[in-house]
């Protein structure tokens, strides 16, 4: 989750700009909702950005930024790939996307006393950019989210020349999260060949899951899949949005052509490699359906293979092993960051990494972010023996001045959790502008007949009976899979209880799968029965 601000001048002259709007899952908490950086701090010292910039197109980048940023109401500033996945986050939300400004890597551009110029840089998502940000006297790098990698697959190299050309910088305000690890990150190009060998020793279906905006991942599996005479499905709606628009943008140009996941069941089990979202244990992604044989196009049996192609977020652990323990009584075999470490790479640097940039770029200060604590204080280290100072390790909510003086703490501001919740209608609190119901169109008649099951949740009688004439359409199926899992899941006595709960995850469901709302009207009738069991 990232947003940080600079500012240029001094009190209500000042003026501010931002970088970044991510946001994160809360996985830990009910329904798994979002956390957003919380806004009060800004509010209380009056500082409103005059443009919001973003560095790449990751979630914990721009997640945040079409809940946050009709509070602004800016202009965005952002390359090709993340300004289109921002478009289709402000699209779902019934936001006009106009302030959103396509800039291409290694330009400039310039807003109030900022000038900024875009630094192309290898990551995991093409495109990713570090920012040197010039103001009066002062020259910051603010490095986002890097490597140094040889052959990334897509994009390319860093260039020396570009990084050398701009010592020496004042401030670097620099990645940690990879700080106590010696050496270098592997190179995407090192993991495409290990996909290339697991997936031809592979019988069974493979299933490969990674992060969706992980784009030259998912083209080294594509690649390995169709070297090894297999087809290529793609299961997950954020992995089918994200191809889609890079593939818009001349990325994934030489991908092979993608089969359908209903057609799945058609084809021999060692001609199908699946990529699929849900490599962080989320409840509602499309390898945990795998993992509970609910999924309605394929069901994984003993010979498959299942890959995880990415690192645990903190955080995720339980869901993760729980997920990996589900692929397993099914006869799957699971290859995985402990077993198979090759089969994935970070995206940020390493210690040697580290070095190398700033033999380049010659910093006076550091500024280390990202990570924890001892990630940031690996990273101080690395600096002091540079002769970099670097004397903070700032938390969120830090209001740090730099000037002819160095780095000072200013202020700390608390930063309590802001949640929203993932099933919501209308915008966070306060936003401004129309409310979300306002963009409904259309209704939608849905009826259920349900029974209570002796596990304590409920289960669907019979077929939908639903009139959807009226709004746009949608896949009933997925609406009836999900809706069978939410029954059961739901813990309530009576229907009036069980309409309250159902209600909000229905209108949430709607909103995730629709591009207007329309107005649900949901009736729910019991089956007048003895109580039932899903085993039986």
């Given at each position: 989750?990232?947003?940080?601000?600079?500012?240029?001048?001094?009190?209500?002259?000042?003026?501010?700009?931002?970088?970044?709007?991510?946001?994160?899952?809360?996985?830990?908490?009910?329904?798994?909702?979002?956390?957003?950086?919380?806004?009060?701090?800004?509010?209380?010292?009056?500082?409103?950005?005059?443009?919001?910039?973003?560095?790449?197109?990751?979630?914990?980048?721009?997640?945040?930024?079409?809940?946050?940023?009709?509070?602004?109401?800016?202009?965005?500033?952002?390359?090709?790939?993340?300004?289109g996945?921002?478009?289709?986050?402000?699209?779902?939300?019934?936001?006009?996307?106009?302030?959103?400004?396509?800039?291409?890597?290694?330009?400039?551009?310039?807003?109030?006393?900022?000038?900024?110029?875009?630094?192309p840089?290898?990551?995991?998502?093409?495109?990713?950019?570090?920012?040197?940000?010039?103001?009066?006297?002062?020259?910051?790098?603010?490095?986002?989210?890097?490597?140094?990698?040889?052959?990334?697959?897509?994009?390319?190299?860093?260039?020396?020349?570009?990084?050398?050309?701009?010592?020496?910088?004042?401030?670097?305000v620099?990645?940690s999260?990879?700080?106590?690890?010696?050496?270098?990150?592997?190179?995407?190009?090192?993991?495409?060949?290990?996909?290339?060998?697991?997936?031809?020793?592979?019988?069974?279906?493979?299933?490969?899951?990674?992060?969706?905006?992980?784009?030259a991942?998912?083209?080294?599996?594509?690649?390995?899949a169709?070297?090894?005479?297999?087809?290529?499905?793609?299961?997950?709606?954020?992995?089918?949005?994200?191809?889609?628009?890079?593939?818009?943008?001349?990325?994934?140009?030489?991908?092979?052509?993608?089969?359908?996941?209903?057609?799945?069941?058609?084809?021999?089990?060692?001609?199908?490699?699946?990529?699929a979202?849900?490599?962080?244990?989320?409840?509602?992604?499309?390898?945990?359906?795998?993992?509970?044989?609910?999924?309605?196009?394929?069901?994984?049996?003993?010979?498959?293979?299942?890959?995880?192609?990415?690192?645990?977020?903190?955080?995720?652990?339980?869901?993760?092993?729980?997920?990996?323990r589900g692929?397993?009584?099914?006869?799957?075999?699971?290859?995985?960051?402990?077993?198979?470490?090759?089969?994935?790479?970070?995206?940020h640097?390493?210690?040697?990494?580290?070095?190398t940039?700033?033999?380049?770029?010659?910093?006076?200060?550091?500024?280390?972010v990202?990570?924890?604590?001892?990630?940031?204080?690996?990273?101080?280290?690395?600096?002091?023996?540079?002769?970099?100072?670097?004397?903070?390790?700032?938390?969120?909510?830090?209001?740090?001045?730099?000037?002819a003086?160095?780095?000072?703490?200013?202020?700390?501001?608390?930063?309590?959790?802001?949640?929203?919740?993932?099933n919501?209608?209308?915008?966070?609190?306060?936003?401004?502008?129309r409310?979300?119901?306002?963009?409904?169109?259309?209704?939608?008649y849905?009826?259920?007949?349900?029974?209570?099951?002796?596990?304590?949740?409920?289960?669907?009688?019979?077929?939908?009976?639903?009139?959807?004439?009226?709004?746009?359409?949608?896949d009933?199926?997925?609406?009836?899979?999900?809706?069978?899992?939410?029954?059961?899941?739901?813990?309530?006595?009576?229907?009036?209880?069980?309409?309250?709960?159902?209600?909000?995850?229905?209108?949430?469901?709607?909103?995730?799968?629709?591009?207007?709302?329309?107005?649900?009207?949901?009736?729910?009738?019991?089956?007048?029965?003895?109580?039932?069991?899903?085993?039986?």
């Amino acid at each position: 989750m990232n947003l940080s601000l600079y500012g240029h001048g001094e009190g209500q002259d000042a003026a501010w700009i931002a970088v970044d709007c991510g946001m994160m899952i809360r996985q830990d908490l009910p329904d798994s909702p979002l956390q957003v950086p919380n806004l009060a701090s800004l509010e209380t010292l009056g500082i409103a950005p005059r443009a919001l910039i973003i560095t790449h197109g990751h979630e914990d980048h721009i997640g945040a930024a079409a809940w946050l940023w009709p509070k602004w109401g800016c202009p965005i500033y952002a390359t090709p790939l993340a300004a289109g996945l921002l478009r289709a986050k402000f699209h779902e939300r019934g936001l006009a996307s106009d302030a959103i400004q396509v800039i291409e890597p290694g330009e400039a551009m310039e807003t109030g006393p900022f000038t900024l110029r875009f630094l192309p840089v290898p990551h995991s998502i093409p495109e990713s950019c570090s920012l040197l940000i010039a103001a009066g006297e002062h020259r910051v790098l603010h490095t986002g989210d890097w490597k140094l990698d040889p052959d990334p697959l897509l994009g390319a190299p860093i260039s020396p020349a570009t990084f050398r050309a701009l010592a020496p910088v004042d401030l670097v305000v620099g990645d940690s999260t990879n700080a106590p690890l010696p050496g270098e990150s592997r190179s995407e190009g090192e993991v495409a060949k290990a996909l290339d060998h697991t997936i031809a020793r592979c019988r069974g279906r493979v299933v490969v899951t990674c992060f969706a905006s992980n784009l030259a991942r998912v083209l080294a599996i594509g690649r390995a899949a169709e070297r090894c005479g297999r087809r290529v499905s793609l299961m997950g709606r954020s992995m089918e949005r994200m191809v889609a628009v890079a593939r818009g943008l001349g990325y994934l140009d030489d991908f092979p052509p993608l089969v359908p996941s209903s057609d799945l069941g058609y084809l021999p089990p060692e001609e199908v490699v699946v990529i699929a979202t849900g490599s962080q244990g989320e409840p509602r992604a499309a390898l945990q359906r795998l993992a509970r044989g609910r999924h309605r196009s394929l069901e994984l049996a003993p010979g498959d293979s299942v890959i995880f192609s990415a690192k645990a977020i903190p955080g995720n652990e339980l869901l993760i092993e729980r997920l990996k323990r589900g692929l397993g009584q099914l006869g799957v075999e699971v290859l995985d960051e402990f077993n198979h470490p090759e089969l994935h790479a970070s995206g940020h640097p390493a210690q040697e990494e580290l070095r190398t940039l700033y033999g380049w770029v010659k910093p006076r200060y550091l500024l280390p972010v990202h990570g924890e604590p001892r990630h940031q204080q690996a990273h101080r280290e690395i600096a002091e023996s540079l002769g970099i100072l670097a004397p903070l390790s700032p938390l969120n909510g830090d209001m740090i001045r730099f000037d002819a003086d160095g780095l000072t703490l200013e202020a700390r501001h608390p930063q309590p959790p802001c949640i929203i919740d993932q099933n919501a209608v209308a915008p966070l609190p306060g936003l401004g502008g129309r409310q979300r119901r306002e963009s409904r169109h259309g209704s939608l008649y849905l009826a259920l007949t349900v029974a209570a099951t002796d596990e304590g949740g409920w289960t669907r009688i019979g077929r939908l009976m639903l009139d959807a004439s009226e709004s746009q359409p949608f896949d009933e199926t997925d609406l009836g899979e999900w809706l069978d899992e939410v029954l059961a899941s739901l813990r309530v006595e009576t229907l009036a209880d069980l309409r309250l709960a159902l209600q909000p995850r229905l209108i949430g469901w709607f909103d995730e799968h629709l591009r207007r709302l329309p107005e649900i009207h949901l009736q729910i009738l019991a089956m007048e029965t003895s109580t039932i069991s899903h085993t039986g």
